[in-house]
C-alpha cells in the first residue's frame, strides 16, 4: 500500500507494484529452490516466463527424455508474463510488409495465418493441461473515438484486406452490432476479429510451470544468469550464475524486456514500459449501461493506445503506456507506477466508462516492459553451431506468440524442417539501438510526437497528424 495525491479514486488498500494484480489475486509467491550447483543438460533454458515454459512445455511433449533446465532470476512469471493486459491476440508481432521484403508475400501471410491458429492452440493446450486461466475466446473490440481514428480504423480494414483478411477475420461493425457487444462513451465505430482471447496471465503461467515441472523439467529460481557462452570445440554451450554453471547442447535466451541486463545484449532489445490499473468488482447496474457480456478485449485507434478486459470476477482491468523508457534501458522489477500515470488511466477509462466513476476505484497499478528489436520484428533463432538460440521481441503481443515461438523452438532444436521453421521470422537479425542518450532521446521524442498528435485528433483534427507519421519513421515502425 502507498500513499497517493491522485485524482484518480483510490480503493482502501490500494496496491502500487507488487508485480501485479493477476499475481496478488493468486497469492504473490517468493522464489523457489535456487540452482543447486554445476549441471548438465540437454537444454538449458534462460528465463521461466511464457517464452521459456512453452519452449520447455512442447520439448518434454516430444521428447520425455530431454533432460531440460530452466534458470530464473525471480519466478516463474515474474516478468510480462505475469503482468500484461491478458489478450491473446492474433495479430503479427512484427511488420508484414518487411516479413514480405526479406522473405517474399506467401511467407509473411503464412506466419499471419499461423498466429491465428496460435490463439486457438493457446485454449486448446490450457484446457488439455487442465490449467484453468480464465480463458474466454471473446474476440477482440477495436474502437475510434475521433474522426481521425475512424480514418485510421477504416484504413486498417482495407489494408487488412489487400493480405487475404476476410469479414470472418475482422469486419467493421455498425452502431447496433458495436452497441450490442460493448458501449463505449464517444465511439465512432468499431472493428470486431475473432482472433483474440481473454487470460488471466499469472493463472496461465503458474499453470505452465506445473505442468512442465510435473514433465520432468527443473525449474530453478532465485538464480539470476550472469553469461551465456556459446559452444567453442569441444565444450558446450554455456549459462552461468552464481551458484554453479549449467552446460547443455542448446542454450536458449527466454528473457524479452529484461534482455538488456545480460552481459552483450544491452542493446539488442528496448525494454518499452507499459503500465495497468485495475478496477474494484464494479456492480451490475455498471454492466447493464456498458454490456461487455461476451468477454472482449477491447482497443482503441490512439497513436498512444490503450489495452482492456472484463475479468472474471467483474473488473475492469486497463492499460497503456505510462513512462515508456528509462534511461540505460533499466527496469522497474517491482512494477511500481508513477502517480500521474495512474491519473491518466483512469481519467482514459471514465472518459470511456463514465458509468464507473461513481461506482469504482482503482485498486492496484503495475508496470511492466516487453521488449522492441529496432525494426519492432519479433524474431526465433537457432544457431546449430554455437548451441544458442533465442526467441522475443514481441512488443507487446507476446501472450500468443510466445506459445509459437515454443512451437517454432522446439522445431529447431530437434533439428526438423517444418512449417515452422519456414516462417520468416526465423532466424530474423536486425541492428542494435543506438547507444545512449541517442536511445533515450529518440525514444522520448517518438511519445512526445504520439501524444501530441493524438491531442490534436481528440481536439477535432479530421485526419491523421503528420506529427504520428514522423514519430512512426523516427522509431523504425
Same mark, same amino acid.
Given at each position: 500500500?502507498?500513499?497517493?495525491?491522485?485524482?484518480?479514486?483510490?480503493?482502501?488498500?490500494?496496491?502500487?507494484?507488487?508485480?501485479?494484480?493477476? $499475481? @496478488?489475486?493468486? %497469492?504473490?509467491?517468493?522464489?523457489?529452490?535456487?540452482?543447486?550447483?554445476?549441471?548438465?543438460?540437454?537444454?538449458?533454458?534462460?528465463?521461466?516466463?511464457?517464452?521459456?515454459?512453452?519452449?520447455?512445455?512442447?520439448?518434454?511433449?516430444?521428447?520425455?527424455?530431454?533432460?531440460?533446465?530452466?534458470?530464473?532470476?525471480?519466478?516463474?512469471?515474474?516478468?510480462?508474463?505475469?503482468?500484461?493486459?491478458?489478450?491473446?491476440?492474433?495479430?503479427?508481432?512484427?511488420?508484414?510488409?518487411?516479413?514480405?521484403?526479406?522473405?517474399?508475400?506467401?511467407?509473411?501471410?503464412?506466419?499471419?495465418?499461423?498466429?491465428? =491458429?496460435?490463439?486457438?492452440?493457446?485454449?486448446?493446450?490450457?484446457?488439455?493441461?487442465?490449467?484453468?486461466?480464465?480463458?474466454?475466446?471473446?474476440?477482440? !473490440?477495436?474502437?475510434?473515438?475521433?474522426?481521425?481514428?475512424?480514418?485510421?480504423?477504416?484504413?486498417?480494414?482495407?489494408?487488412?484486406?489487400?493480405?487475404?483478411?476476410?469479414?470472418?477475420?475482422?469486419?467493421? !461493425?455498425?452502431?447496433?452490432?458495436?452497441?450490442?457487444?460493448?458501449?463505449? @462513451?464517444?465511439?465512432?465505430?468499431?472493428?470486431?476479429?475473432?482472433?483474440?482471447?481473454?487470460?488471466?496471465?499469472?493463472?496461465?503461467?503458474?499453470?505452465?510451470?506445473?505442468?512442465?515441472?510435473?514433465?520432468?523439467?527443473?525449474?530453478?529460481? %532465485?538464480?539470476?544468469?550472469?553469461?551465456?557462452?556459446?559452444?567453442?570445440?569441444?565444450?558446450?554451450?554455456?549459462?552461468?550464475?552464481?551458484?554453479?554453471?549449467?552446460?547443455?547442447?542448446?542454450?536458449?535466451?527466454?528473457?524479452?524486456?529484461?534482455?538488456? =541486463?545480460?552481459?552483450?545484449?544491452?542493446?539488442?532489445?528496448?525494454?518499452?514500459?507499459?503500465?495497468?490499473?485495475?478496477?474494484?468488482?464494479?456492480?451490475?447496474?455498471?454492466?447493464?449501461?456498458?454490456?461487455?457480456?461476451?468477454?472482449?478485449?477491447?482497443?482503441?485507434?490512439?497513436?498512444?493506445?490503450?489495452?482492456?478486459?472484463?475479468?472474471?470476477?467483474?473488473?475492469?482491468? $486497463?492499460?497503456?503506456?505510462?513512462?515508456?523508457?528509462?534511461?540505460?534501458?533499466?527496469?522497474?522489477?517491482?512494477?511500481?507506477?508513477? =502517480?500521474?500515470?495512474?491519473?491518466?488511466?483512469?481519467?482514459?477509462?471514465?472518459?470511456?466508462?463514465?458509468?464507473?466513476?461513481?461506482?469504482?476505484?482503482?485498486?492496484?497499478?503495475?508496470? %511492466?516492459?516487453?521488449?522492441?528489436?529496432?525494426?519492432?520484428?519479433?524474431?526465433?533463432?537457432? @544457431?546449430?553451431?554455437?548451441?544458442?538460440?533465442?526467441?522475443?521481441?514481441?512488443?507487446?503481443?507476446?501472450?500468443?506468440?510466445?506459445? !509459437?515461438? =515454443?512451437?517454432?523452438?522446439?522445431?529447431?532444436?530437434?533439428?526438423?524442417?517444418?512449417?515452422?521453421?519456414?516462417?520468416?521470422?526465423?532466424?530474423?537479425?536486425?541492428?542494435?539501438?543506438?547507444?545512449?542518450?541517442?536511445?533515450?532521446?529518440?525514444?522520448?521524442?517518438?511519445?512526445?510526437?504520439?501524444? $501530441?498528435?493524438?491531442?490534436?485528433?481528440?481536439?477535432?483534427?479530421?485526419?491523421?497528424?503528420?506529427?504520428?507519421?514522423?514519430?512512426?519513421?523516427?522509431?523504425?515502425?
Amino acid at each position: 500500500m502507498t500513499a497517493h495525491s491522485s485524482s484518480a479514486a483510490l480503493a482502501d488498500g490500494f496496491v502500487n507494484g507488487r508485480v501485479s494484480h493477476w $499475481f @496478488d489475486a493468486i %497469492g504473490l509467491l517468493e522464489p523457489g529452490a535456487r540452482l543447486p550447483g554445476s549441471r548438465d543438460a540437454d537444454v538449458c533454458i534462460v528465463g521461466a516466463g511464457y517464452t521459456g515454459l512453452w519452449t520447455a512445455y512442447y520439448l518434454k511433449r516430444e521428447r520425455p527424455d530431454l533432460r531440460i533446465v530452466m534458470l530464473e532470476k525471480e519466478f516463474a512469471g515474474f516478468g510480462a508474463s505475469g503482468r500484461n493486459g491478458g489478450w491473446i491476440v492474433g495479430e503479427l508481432a512484427g511488420s508484414r510488409d518487411r516479413y514480405a521484403r526479406r522473405h517474399g508475400r506467401a511467407a509473411a501471410v503464412a506466419l499471419q495465418r499461423e498466429m491465428f =491458429g496460435t490463439v486457438e492452440e493457446v485454449v486448446r493446450a490450457a484446457a488439455a493441461e487442465g490449467i484453468d486461466a480464465d480463458v474466454v475466446k471473446g474476440g477482440m !473490440l477495436t474502437v475510434a473515438t475521433n474522426r481521425a481514428q475512424l480514418g485510421r480504423l477504416r484504413e486498417m480494414v482495407a489494408h487488412d484486406a489487400e493480405w487475404g483478411w476476410g469479414p470472418e477475420d475482422l469486419r467493421l !461493425l455498425d452502431k447496433a452490432e458495436q452497441e450490442d457487444r460493448l458501449r463505449v @462513451d464517444g465511439a465512432l465505430g468499431a472493428t470486431w476479429s475473432p482472433h483474440c482471447a481473454r487470460v488471466q496471465p499469472a493463472k496461465l503461467a503458474r499453470g505452465l510451470a506445473r505442468v512442465v515441472t510435473d514433465l520432468g523439467v527443473e525449474i530453478f529460481e %532465485g538464480t539470476p544468469v550472469t553469461a551465456i557462452r556459446p559452444r567453442t570445440g569441444s565444450a558446450p554451450a554455456a549459462a552461468t550464475t552464481p551458484y554453479g554453471t549449467v552446460s547443455a547442447e542448446y542454450v536458449i535466451r527466454a528473457t524479452e524486456g529484461f534482455t538488456a =541486463g545480460l552481459a552483450g545484449h544491452h542493446r539488442d532489445w528496448l525494454p518499452m514500459n507499459s503500465s495497468m490499473i485495475v478496477t474494484t468488482p464494479l456492480p451490475a447496474e455498471v454492466w447493464d449501461r456498458i454490456g461487455w457480456s461476451r468477454s472482449e478485449l477491447l482497443g482503441d485507434m490512439a497513436h498512444y493506445y490503450m489495452y482492456a478486459q472484463r475479468t472474471a470476477d467483474g473488473r475492469i482491468a $486497463f492499460g497503456g503506456r505510462g513512462k515508456p523508457y528509462r534511461y540505460g534501458s533499466k527496469v522497474d522489477d517491482a512494477g511500481r507506477t508513477q =502517480g500521474w500515470t495512474v491519473d491518466t488511466l483512469w481519467r482514459m477509462l471514465t472518459r470511456m466508462f463514465p458509468a464507473v466513476a461513481p461506482a469504482g476505484q482503482v485498486a492496484h497499478a503495475w508496470s %511492466g516492459v516487453l521488449g522492441v528489436p529496432r525494426d519492432w520484428c519479433s524474431a526465433a533463432v537457432l @544457431d546449430h553451431t554455437t548451441g544458442l538460440g533465442h526467441a522475443g521481441g514481441y512488443t507487446g503481443h507476446g501472450v500468443a506468440t510466445t506459445n !509459437l515461438a =515454443g512451437r517454432t523452438l522446439r522445431d529447431l532444436v530437434l533439428r526438423r524442417d517444418t512449417p515452422l521453421t519456414a516462417l520468416p521470422w526465423v532466424g530474423w537479425k536486425v541492428r542494435r539501438w543506438e547507444p545512449e542518450p541517442l536511445r533515450w532521446l529518440g525514444v522520448q521524442t517518438m511519445y512526445a510526437l504520439y501524444q $501530441f498528435a493524438d491531442t490534436g485528433e481528440t481536439r477535432g483534427r479530421a485526419t491523421t497528424s503528420p506529427m504520428a507519421r514522423f514519430a512512426d519513421k523516427l522509431s523504425g515502425r
